[in-house]
T-cell receptor, first 113, second 109 residues
Framework: EPEVTQTPSHQVTQMGQEVILRCVPISNHLYFYWYRQILGQKVEFLVSFYNNEISEKSEIFDDQFSVERPDGSNFTLKIRSTKLEDSAMYFC???????????FGSGTRLTVV | DAKTTQPNSMESNEEEPVHLPCNHSTISGTDYIHWYRQLPSQGPEYVIHGLTSNVNNRMASLAIAEDRKSSTLILHRATLRDAAVYYCILRQSNYQLIWGAGTKLIIKP
């Protein structure tokens, strides 16, 4: 069964550093998303991406965040200057053109120290 | 804010059916009802979704009330591997999924 692949599985970074989280969505999917889950809390929507541009973003997705689909297969989330409160699991998801279920990756655990 | 209400937790015996309820009284005509589950330390996993009619797939069944203000996820024969947090989510017309706290399903052997 097709999978959404996320790398790395765990990233530790110092506060103020830039991080890039990588995702390979399912190949025939056209809609891509980033969600995050702070430990013990709800899953939160960050951003959706379609047709090479952001279609929706939440209040969390401020100027420190950006997304990119650099080569037609990867989908990246960049955090420019990480803060302690950015520590969370970050999930990438994609969905197909018929917008049925969303397929999630297994996540990247980001720890900011 | 989440637009769905679910019990915090439920327990069930292995190999018995499980009915997980969800209330969504403010659902709009274009909102799809989605169910996902999350096993410990894993990403969310799609279970099933529907709009108005009841739906069946290999994982579960979804029963949707006639007024669409509530739905029930049915696991026909629970196994220990079904222990997870189950989320009932309304997928809005902007394709966002707004997550609530979900129901933690505990399966007793």
């Amino acid at each position: 069964e097709p999978e959404v692949t996320q790398t790395p599985s765990h990233q530790v970074t110092q506060m103020g550093q830039e991080v890039i989280l990588r995702c390979v969505p399912i190949s025939n999917h056209l809609y891509f998303y980033w969600y995050r889950q702070i430990l013990g809390q709800k899953v939160e929507f960050l951003v959706s991406f379609y047709n090479n541009e952001i279609s929706e973003k939440s209040e969390i997705f401020d100027d420190q965040f950006s997304v990119e689909r650099p080569d037609g297969s990867n989908f990246t989330l960049k955090i420019r200057s990480t803060k302690l409160e950015d520590s969370a699991m970050y999930f990438c998801a994609s969905s197909d053109p018929r917008l049925t279920g969303y397929t999630f990756g297994s996540g990247t655990r980001l720890t900011v120290v | 804010d989440a637009k769905t209400t679910q019990p915090n937790s439920m327990e069930s015996n292995e190999e018995e059916p499980v009915h997980l309820p969800c209330n969504h009284s403010t659902i709009s005509g274009t909102d799809y009802i989605h169910w996902y589950r999350q096993l410990p330390s894993q990403g969310p996993e799609y279970v099933i979704h529907g709009l108005t009619s009841n739906v069946n797939n290999r994982m579960a069944s979804l029963a949707i009330a006639e007024d669409r203000k509530s739905s029930t996820l049915i696991l026909h024969r629970a196994t220990l591997r079904d222990a997870a947090v189950y989320y009932c989510i309304l997928r809005q017309s902007n394709y966002q999924l707004i997550w609530g706290a979900g129901t933690k399903l505990i399966i007793k052997p």
